[in-house]
């Protein structure tokens, strides 16, 4: 796609499909790196358009991270309760089991939420955070509405839920930031087994943390 083109973009429609295009592309490169490592000027070469163009659809680089993750997290919360609508044994093991291996399948969503609160909610607009906190509440109170149903417990105070919500969301973030080290810690850890370098197994470590956390919210 030409600079020329992207200009001719005037209806609505046009304009989504750039948007798209834009995601698009911001996606498969974080999915080749890291968030840290992909910037604006990145995300417009790689489109092949000029910056300002790109800032025509998205305010920033965190504004288009944070539509990401908010489809991204939909798009898991769908996975989750497909599979938890079906449970019928109650058992909070498996329901850690299967939030565990739904988002260790969505490495980009693991990616976005590891930095969601330090990089993604930073130099964006308060119309664009407006835009994204409740479509991000309405996907994790279905999904904690899941949980609840799925463990065939009570439900949950207020407070409760977003306790849960913060060590879910806690948990991942961490465990998927052990599960990729620095490349100075795996060299540490390779000349002194005392320095840790690296988790092996994210969704089985989610997996057995997560069922600690649902045992406990809901007792």
């Given at each position: 796609?030409?600079?020329q083109?992207f200009?001719r973009a005037r209806t609505?429609e046009q304009?989504?499909?750039r948007r798209?295009?834009i995601l698009d592309?911001?996606r498969?490169l974080?999915i080749?790196?890291r968030v840290r490592?992909?910037?604006?000027?990145?995300?417009?070469?790689?489109?092949g358009?000029?910056k300002s163009?790109?800032?025509?659809?998205f305010?920033?680089r965190?504004?288009?991270?944070?539509v990401l993750l908010?489809?991204e997290?939909?798009?898991?919360v769908?996975?989750?309760?497909?599979?938890?609508?079906?449970?019928?044994?109650h058992?909070?093991?498996?329901?850690?089991?299967?939030l565990?291996?739904?988002?260790?399948?969505?490495?980009l969503l693991?990616?976005?939420?590891?930095?969601?609160t330090?990089v993604?909610?930073?130099?964006?607009?308060v119309?664009?955070?407006l835009?994204?906190?409740?479509?991000?509440?309405?996907?994790?109170?279905?999904l904690?509405?899941?949980v609840?149903?799925?463990?065939?417990?009570s439900a949950?105070?207020?407070s409760d839920r977003?306790l849960?919500?913060?060590?879910l969301?806690?948990m991942?973030?961490?465990l998927w930031s052990?599960?990729h080290p620095?490349p100075?810690l795996?060299?540490a850890?390779?000349?002194?087994?005392?320095v840790?370098?690296?988790?092996d197994?994210?969704?089985?470590t989610?997996?057995a943390?997560?069922?600690m956390l649902?045992?406990?919210a809901?007792?």
């Amino acid at each position: 796609m030409t600079d020329q083109k992207f200009r001719r973009a005037r209806t609505d429609e046009q304009r989504e499909v750039r948007r798209t295009q834009i995601l698009d592309v911001t996606r498969q490169l974080i999915i080749e790196s890291r968030v840290r490592d992909v910037s604006l000027n990145e995300i417009a070469r790689q489109v092949g358009l000029a910056k300002s163009n790109v800032l025509r659809y998205f305010g920033s680089r965190e504004a288009i991270l944070l539509v990401l993750l908010d489809r991204e997290y939909e798009g898991w919360v769908g996975d989750c309760v497909d599979q938890l609508s079906g449970s019928t044994d109650h058992d909070v093991a498996q329901v850690a089991e299967v939030l565990a291996r739904t988002v260790a399948a969505r490495p980009l969503l693991c990616e976005l939420l590891s930095c969601a609160t330090t990089v993604l909610e930073h130099n964006v607009t308060v119309e664009e955070v407006l835009a994204f906190k409740p479509s991000m509440a309405a996907h994790m109170a279905r999904l904690l509405d899941a949980v609840v149903v799925a463990t065939g417990s009570s439900a949950l105070a207020e407070s409760d839920r977003g306790l849960l919500l913060t060590g879910l969301h806690a948990m991942i973030a961490e465990l998927w930031s052990l599960a990729h080290p620095a490349p100075v810690l795996v060299e540490a850890a390779a000349l002194d087994p005392r320095v840790f370098g690296g988790l092996d197994d994210v969704e089985g470590t989610l997996a057995a943390s997560l069922t600690m956390l649902l045992r406990g919210a809901l007792r």
